[in-house]
């Protein structure tokens, strides 16, 4: 478990499970934001089951900061108070990722699946077809 703090708000990630798939392993997170009752959960392909940098960045691009299509109807962004402190806080919000960008890209690269690697080869492929 990990908390960061952002303007009087605390964001606790939660590592829940980890689930097996033909592409790997899938790990899930739980997302809770203090003086809310609104949660979310946010899965991701990693071998790690860590609550890293990568993760925290992740929690915050998708649950605060992109505003897809009935996100203020399921999520964090479910709660009015949570989407006005973000409105109100984006920018500091902002620099917060971007911190968390930068450490993340410190940690050790994840060992790449086969099926990864089969998809590297076959874009590489077409890169190189497409530049001639």
Excluded at 59 to 78: H, K, N, P
Excluded at 108 to 122: C, F, G, K, Y
């Amino acid at each position: 478990m990990e908390t960061i703090t952002i303007c009087g708000r605390s964001i606790t990630v939660t590592h829940v499970q980890t689930e097996a798939s033909e592409y790997g392993a899938i790990q899930r997170y739980r997302i809770d934001v203090s003086g809310s009752d609104a949660s979310t959960h946010l899965s991701k392909l990693s071998a790690r089951t860590a609550v890293d940098a990568s993760v925290l960045a992740s929690v915050i691009d998708i649950e605060l900061l992109l505003e897809y299509e009935g996100s203020a109807d399921i999520g964090i962004l479910r709660d009015p108070a949570i989407r006005q402190w973000r409105d109100e806080n984006r920018e500091q919000i902002q620099a917060e990722l971007t911190r968390l960008r930068q450490e993340a890209e410190m940690l050790p690269a994840e060992p790449i699946t086969d099926l990864e690697r089969s998809l590297w080869r076959a874009f590489e492929t077409d890169e190189r077809q497409s530049n001639d």
